[in-house]
């Protein structure tokens, strides 16, 4: 499991977000304290609050492709 820091500033910011993850075949979880969800929710990454940094668990191979999508939000 690879984890990665990112921030979403907007909602058109977690729009993006999940549309780029709903393309990666692995799993993508994203967690705040104990609180985590499907990261591919719209609905569950707008719940966990814009503005707050918000760690990505990738449960599989991470891709070179994969650091670029994730780039503009760390």
Do not use: C, W
């Amino acid at each position: 499991m690879m984890k990665f820091q990112i921030q979403l500033n907007s909602i058109e910011d977690a729009i993006r977000m999940v549309n780029h993850l709903e393309q990666y075949e692995q799993p993508v979880d994203a967690k705040i304290g104990s609180y985590m969800v499907d990261a591919t929710s719209l609905m569950g990454l707008i719940s966990m609050g814009l503005g707050k940094k918000v760690e990505l668990l990738v449960h599989g191979d991470v891709t070179e492709n994969f650091h670029q999508m994730i780039h503009e939000f760390q």
